[in-house]
């Protein structure tokens, strides 16, 4: 019986992720992040409340990167030299650290939603 | 910064610390059991490990050259998928060695065509190619990176390397000592927490995963903030969370999503009759 449970699950999933649409248009406005030298720039970024935005991450060293933030629920790896896009689509008022997992010890950066 | 080449190990390494526990337990665990099942055993266990190795290169280098192009939402889709069948594999597997982990070594000798051992076997390397792949394509960008920056110093890329590998070598080795040191009831019972710890925080990520996807509510705001104590990102603290399924400034739904699991597990190991399949 539990042996079918990953089958089931996996099914589930895939017929999930095929229903899933297709990314939608409406992405709400973009703000951008660097990842440079090690760093996050800018530190400090304001994006709106409760509304749909666009993060578009780039970075720009030679080493890897990987945006994390357990309290966005984001966890994604940058190739050297590479650019990505990430969909947040909705933020309660607050401050939300984020965090360039591949360089601990470089400071966290800060999403503030207003 | 003192150390960059160590910093770079620990990364690597704590990459690769989910799959060293789930293999290492189980390669633990495989050893423990009769002569006759050791054998197929490992030769699962470990073509699961070279599966996910393999999943795990394909996967950094599609990062590295089409990462651009792959959407947002079909990576957290795969990536939930991936978080919840290992979740409850570990699960399955936790269980599995309870039942069989009481009867002793002398016996089931005959029963190795047992279709229940051998979907169980099916789920060892399953979960051996999961474990290696998830976090191993991480850890593959990252020394991908390392390599490419190695331009201006191709010893620190490589001291980095083989300081990440001696890492994860040493934590396997401790394993496998710790299952011939400790008593073997002893090593059991630690390790089963610890599998079913990492479960939970895999269904944890599964769950912030659907979240960002808008496919779960999170039902509140943040319920309070522990992160003055102890963070869940950065070097300590992402790895607690990683590992335990630790959140500092968690929301209702990933409350009742571990706290439900919880209640489902000490159910479970307070059953006396555990009996399915």
Not at chain 1, 91 to 109: C, I, Q, T, V
């Amino acid at each position: 019986m539990r042996a079918t449970l990953a089958a089931t699950l996996a099914a589930l999933f895939a017929a999930a992720a095929a229903a899933a649409p297709a990314g939608a248009e409406d992405e709400g406005p973009t703000f951008q992040i660097v990842f440079k030298g090690g760093a996050i720039e800018p530190k400090r970024l304001e994006v709106p409340a409760r509304t749909r935005f666009r993060l578009e991450i780039s970075n720009e060293d030679d080493t890897a990167a990987e945006f994390e933030s357990v309290e966005l629920h984001k966890e994604k790896v940058l190739a050297p030299r590479s650019k990505t896009v990430m969909v947040i689509r909705t933020l309660d008022p607050g401050e939300y650290d984020f965090f360039d997992d591949f360089h601990p010890g470089a400071a966290a950066a800060v999403l503030v939603a207003k | 910064m003192g150390m960059p080449e160590f910093n770079t190990a620990f990364v690597v390494w704590r990459e690769s610390i989910e799959a060293l526990l789930v293999i290492g337990i189980l390669s633990a665990w495989i050893g423990h059991r009769p002569e006759a099942e050791r054998k197929a055993g490992r030769a699962w266990l470990w073509a699961g490990v070279a599966v996910g190795i393999v999943g795990a290169v394909a996967l950094a280098a599609a990062l590295v050259t089409v990462g651009e192009e792959l959407s947002d939402d079909a990576q957290v889709w795969f990536q939930t998928a991936i978080v919840l069948i290992a979740a409850a594999l570990i699960v399955q597997m936790v269980f599995w060695m309870r039942r069989h982990g009481r009867t002793l070594k002398r016996e089931l000798h005959a029963r190795l065509d047992d279709a229940a051992d051998r979907s169980n076997w099916i789920a060892v390397f399953t979960l051996a190619a999961i474990a290696v792949m998830r976090e191993g394509s991480e850890a593959a960008v990252f020394l991908y990176g390392s390599m490419v920056s190695a331009g201006t110093s191709v010893v620190r890329g490589v001291v980095a390397a083989a300081l990440g590998l001696a890492l994860a070598i040493a934590t396997y080795g401790l394993l496998q000592a710790g299952a011939r040191i400790v008593s073997w009831r002893a090593f059991f019972r630690v390790t089963e927490i610890m599998l079913l710890l990492l479960a939970g925080s895999l269904l944890l990520t599964g769950v912030d995963n659907l979240v960002s996807l808008g496919l779960v509510p999170q039902l509140s705001g943040r319920m309070w903030d522990t992160s003055r104590i102890l963070t869940d990102s950065g070097a300590l603290g992402g790895l607690v969370s990683a590992l335990t399924g630790y959140r500092a400034k968690p929301v209702l739904v990933q409350l009742l999503a571990l706290g439900g699991y919880w209640l489902l597990m000490i159910w479970l190991l307070r059953r006396p009759t555990w009996r399915t399949a």
